[in-house]
């Protein structure tokens, strides 16, 4: 059985930083590319960062600079740290893995407000 299980989001004031996870289970994870969405109410998910098998990384335009993914394939996990958070960042915060398939966690929910 695969599970994704994202944890670490919260309430943060503008300029804070958080550090989010993504534990995965029952798949190859170091075969496959791990991504972080979120999705605010009214809006689309959109993809925030990217990393490769291979740890390429790539990232949104809005997010460059200030958010940083890594994996670490002896713990099955990858991280977004989050810095310099802005409200505009508020969202649930997703992580999903693709290779063969696709499969995706449950969200967790970061809020910037003061």
């Known amino acids: 059985q695969v599970q994704l299980v994202e944890s670490g989001g919260g309430l943060v004031q503008p300029g804070g930083s958080l550090r989010l996870s993504c534990a995965a289970s029952g798949i190859m994870f170091s075969s496959y590319t791990m991504d972080w969405y979120r999705q605010a109410p009214g809006k689309q998910r959109e993809l925030v960062a990217t990393?490769?098998?291979?740890?390429?990384?790539n990232y949104a335009d809005s997010v460059k600079g200030r958010f940083t993914i890594s994996r670490d394939n002896a713990r099955n996990t990858v991280y977004l740290q989050m810095n310099s958070l802005k409200p505009e960042d508020s969202a649930v915060y997703y992580c999903?893995?693709?290779?063969?398939?696709?499969?995706w966690g449950q969200g967790t929910q970061v809020t910037v407000s003061s």
């Open positions: 999903r893995a693709q290779w063969v398939r696709d499969y």
């Open positions: 990393i490769s098998s291979r740890s390429t990384t």
